[in-house]
DNA sequence: TTGAAAGCGCTACCAC
DNA sequence: GTGGTAGCGCTTTCAA
């Protein structure tokens, strides 16, 4: 190492100094120290994982189509747990395929290659081929988003507490008066929008109130199916979507049919984001907090790959990601009879 | 190696069977390729890249909120350069950053740790940290935007041809009979948005025709500026946004102040998006080829990295990626007097 | 507290 | 055609 000669030691010791281990005499340390960094020396990557095994995991986002909204912040995501794991010496790489078996496919062969310590699954399917894939392996995990199946002990899942937000969006409707309610899901098998509909359909349940949800993947179904919502005959008077996209054409569509939002009809973006500040009306959504969520992702991924170095303990459970309250604005009203 | 073993070879049979050496008797090949698939061996990559290098190249995405509309696409743009790398054994790995330093401070340290064998720099500002810090490196880099300073021989630049598509822009709408135009450009640093507002501007210069660039940067920038630009007393007839967000807002705006698009004003969207045909009106736009761009990055990566290894040959310079034709919708017309 | 040396899994060179 | 083996750059025993 020439670190190790230009500090006249041994690489033993520059080793030591640099991770820290005790047993290295302090100005040794310093020196060590001071020396790598004048020659912008880093231990190389290959070398250490030869010996302790791969310090980072991979997300392999999905991208074909069906992700909905929450495709877009992926990165936000990221970005949130880098933040997270930046202290550490493990790091999140991206990856993208074009389908969840792709996906699957490169995890099981990127944990063959040993290329990364464990792998983060979002956008979770009812039937998941990433999940039968990783379920043989000894790979850690960490989940967005709680399974319907149950997972290895070993897992984690940092999961988004929408349930109660989309509960509290039955109840506001309810409140206001609806008697009618449609939900906007994403596509079929995405998990979130399962739940996120299931939680307001039993808000509404024994309420007497009307709730029907039509799936509506990707923008130009989405719109086909906002387009047969609004012309029927006994249309809702409220909508819910699962994304802040679909609630955009929700608007529009509206606006095309002469329907007057919010007094004919209510609109609630199931995920916030900045545009949903700035329609006509204001869109009234649930927050969506990536930020939180990454942070969360970024904690647990530091949890399970510290289990998994130490047998011992075992990855404990992390806390649902509060949401917060509903950000009501201008596109939720009472209905007008 | 177990391979070796249960094949009954050396590792190095093992080592040229699977890397395609010749100089290894077919049947043995074949016997050892079918011992590995078996045994779902694959080489361990950390142990390869001490070798070899690396074999991986990565993409910082900075998330600082003045990307623009490209930021979502970033994804996409990686899906499609991963199915020309898939077929070589190159990936690339996406990373998030807040902030271009930090952005350069972690290239400069992977580049250090040996991590990765090149990199990808999207959304090019006009002073960028990026750039400066791996000029001083012996790094292969794919470059998306033509940068305004000279690069090394060795990087490699995929451009977009978006300043032919916003000439047409810019002929359109004088064709139409437009005389005053305005811009809503992305973040002011941004490279891509300049060379836009540039093209623009040049093939209205000498017709007379009155053109104006704002730059409107984060969506709710762009809300303010959208708003104090069709308030204004000599209000353009005709706005031309950078991506297709700023487009809608536009549209937004517009409708409050009662402005009839496309008949008082004309707006055409710089990026165009599935939202951009499910408006009201729908949305003239630029097509933004990502898929034809992230092919040609992934074409571009291949190269840089192959040139690195055989230092002989130049990577040679990729042409721009054609953007095709304006998407002409509903929210252009001549303007009425 | 420090140095010497083994070894992580692979590739490539040199014998055979 | 195939096997032995050095060595990539680190970490980590084991001795000194």
């Known amino acids: 190492m020439d670190v190790a000669r230009a500090a006249g030691v041994s690489t033993a010791v520059v080793s030591y100094a640099l991770n820290g281990r005790r047993g290295v005499a302090e100005v040794t340390r310093e020196r060590v120290l001071r020396v790598a960094d004048e020659l912008g020396w880093r231990p190389a990557t290959a070398a250490r994982s030869l010996r302790a095994g791969p310090g980072a995991a991979a997300l392999v986002a999905v991208h074909d189509g069906a992700a909905g909204a929450r495709a877009g912040s992926t990165l936000d995501l990221v970005t949130a747990a880098s933040e997270i794991l930046d202290d550490g010496d493990v790091t999140l790489a991206v990856h993208a395929a074009s389908s969840v078996e792709h996906a699957a496919h490169l995890m099981r062969r990127w944990w063959a290659e040993r290329r990364y310590a464990g792998f983060v699954v979002t956008g979770l399917r009812t039937e998941d081929a990433r999940l039968a894939a990783l379920r043989h392996l000894p790979a850690p995990v960490v989940l967005i988003d709680e399974p319907l199946v149950p997972t290895p002990a070993a897992w984690r899942s940092v999961v988004l507490d929408d349930a109660t937000a989309f509960a509290q969006v039955g109840e506001f409707l309810a409140d206001l008066g609806h008697r009618r309610v449609a939900m906007l899901t994403g596509a079929e ?15 509404l349940a024994g309420s007497g109130i009307e709730f029907d949800a039509v799936s509506g993947d990707g923008v130009d179904r989405a719109a ?64 969506y907090p990536v930020h939180a969520l990454g942070n969360a992702v970024g904690h647990a991924l530091l949890g399970v790959l510290r289990a998994d170095d130490a047998k011992g303990e075992k990855a404990p459970q992390t806390k649902p990601v509060d949401v917060g309250g509903l950000l009501i604005r201008g596109s939720t009203a009472p209905p007008t009879p």
Do not use: E, H, K, M
Not at 189 to 203: H, K, M, P
């Open 189 to 203: 098998g995405l998990l979130a929008t399962r739940r996120r509909a299931t939680a307001i359909r039993s808000a």
């Open 224 to 287: 086909a199916a906002v387009g047969s919502l609004l012309s029927s005959g006994s249309r809702p008077t409220a909508v819910v979507t699962d994304d802040d996209v679909t609630a955009g054409i929700v608007l529009d569509v509206a606006r095309r049919l002469d329907i007057a939002v919010p007094w004919q009809l209510s609109v609630v973006a199931g995920t916030d984001s900045p545009a949903c500040r700035l329609t006509t009306p204001s869109l009234t959504a649930v927050p």
